[in-house]
C-alpha cells in the first residue's frame, strides 16, 4: 500500500506526522513525500490543509498532532484493512 503525504518545507506538523509514520514497524507501506511547493495544482488544493495523508486515493482524516506512532499505527490499520 502506498500512503501519499501533501507537506511543504517549514510545516512543523507535515514533520511530525512524517515522522511518526516512519516510526511504524508493523504496517508495510510506502511513504511518498509530496512537496506541495513544487506544483500548482498541489499548492492550491492543499495549502490550507496540509498535512494531508492519503492512503492510495482514500484522504484520510487528519490525525491530532498529539497522537502517538501508536495511536497513528491503529488509524492506519484500520483504513489499510478496510481498503485491501
Known sequence: MRLILYSKPGCHLCEGLQEK???IQTLS???EVR???TRDDWFQAY???IPVLY???LMLPRP???SSVQQ???VLQKYMS???
Open 29 to 31: 507501506f510506502e511513504l
Open 55 to 57: 492512503l492510495e486515493d
Open 35 to 37: 512537496d506541495i511547493t
Open 82 to 84: 478496510s481498503n485491501a
Open 21 to 23: 509514520l516512519e516510526q
Open 47 to 49: 495549502q490550507y490543509e
Open 64 to 66: 491530532s498532532p498529539r
Open 72 to 74: 497513528l499505527e491503529s
